[in-house]
């Protein structure tokens, strides 16, 4: 956490002091500068006055102007040059909540930061949209290049991509060609990721779409995908049960988690208990669907053919194939020795 070396309580106060009562509390109540921390809106705070809430819009515009029109104003810069400073350090454009979260841990502390970002002429403030977050930054210019940057990043992505961290940093650095070498951060290109609503990380730090339910994890299902796919090969039910609940913290039945794999095609049962990743090539159904689809892929398969190629797709005994294939509903075996579908 960053060490201020001011306490922005007390400039505040003084800052505020240099303008009316009326105008002090409109401030303060609309900052959430006083004992209590809600920043209240202007209609709130113009059924109080009896007045429009276009009215206190117009008295908050006007308390600012001559708030930094003031000595203390003046005698402030200091204050704000290391705001600006930290900002920079930061990467020079960063999420409202992020910088506040990086300063103090208090609310009441937070909501003065806030007011003196507000106040200063250092401070661009871009506004939270459908594909940002409120943010504030010191370099207009470079935060146009960040946002542009992410744009073109999302635009690359599949909706169902799942990309390792250290890729997508790479990725991401590879549309920032220009920017200072100061930014080429990890740090501070993992924060400006963060300010996107568009792309983000999931638990496991891999990144992708933000709406993606392999990103957007929900349920036991979405963490049940993650596992099986960090795990690399099939896992048995009980297996990631247990992993769902080390490595996230969620508490998952057994039979719940079993249940759930058993309804998403995502998954497939490949031996007794045992799931693997559709997305891994592996035939969906029972063994005996597995032959059927072999048969349909390859042709007419002598016994040993399927066997081999019946245990690429399941964990099961030799006899097993054996058992599906001798039913002369599903199949019929020709005078050279290959199995057909009946």
Excluded at 27 to 56: M, W
Excluded at 64 to 71: G, H, L, P
Excluded at 159 to 169: R, V
Excluded at 254 to 274: M, P, Q, Y
């Amino acid at each position: 956490m960053a060490k201020l070396s001011f306490l922005p309580k007390q400039i505040v106060k003084k800052l505020l002091a240099t303008i009316p009562e009326r105008s002090r509390d409109v401030l303060t109540r609309r900052y959430g500068l006083g004992t209590g921390t809600k920043q209240q809106t202007l209609e709130s705070i113009g059924q109080i006055y009896g007045i429009t809430r276009e009215r206190v819009r117009q008295i908050e515009e006007y308390s600012i102007a001559n708030i930094r029109k003031s000595e203390e104003f003046e005698k402030a810069e200091p204050f704000f040059n290391e705001l600006k400073d930290l900002i920079r350090s930061l990467g020079g454009v960063i999420g409202e909540s992020d910088f506040l979260g990086e300063v103090s841990t208090s609310k009441s502390t937070q909501n003065q930061i806030h007011f003196l970002l507000v106040l200063g002429n250092s401070f661009k403030q871009k506004k939270e949209n459908n594909e940002f977050v409120c943010r504030w930054c010191v370099d207009e210019e470079l935060a146009n290049q960040i946002e542009g940057s992410i744009k073109k990043l999302y635009s690359d992505l599949d909706d169902e991509d799942i990309i390792p961290e250290s890729k997508m940093l790479k990725d991401f650095l590879d549309h920032l060609k220009d920017v200072s070498e100061e930014y080429k951060d990890e740090e501070i290109l993992k924060r400006w990721l963060g300010m996107s609503k568009t792309v983000n990380s999931n638990p496991l730090g891999e990144w992708g779409k933000a709406n993606s339910p392999n990103i957007n994890v929900k349920g036991m299902r979405d963490y049940a995908y993650l596992v099986i796919r960090q795990h690399g090969s099939p896992i048995h039910f009980r297996e990631v049960a247990e992993k769902i609940t080390k490595i996230f913290n969620k508490k998952a039945h057994v039979a719940t988690c079993h249940n759930e794999l058993i309804k998403d095609s995502r998954f497939v049962l490949v031996g007794r208990g045992l799931y693997a990743l559709s997305e891994w090539g592996y035939i969906s159904g029972v063994v005996r669907d597995v032959i059927k689809k072999l048969i349909d892929k390859y042709g007419p398969l002598t016994k040993d053919e399927i066997v081999d190629k019946v245990l690429k797709e399941r964990y099961v005994k030799d006899n097993t194939i054996m058992v599906n294939l001798q039913n002369p509903q599903y199949f019929k075996r020709d005078t050279k020795g290959r199995y057909h579908n009946a």
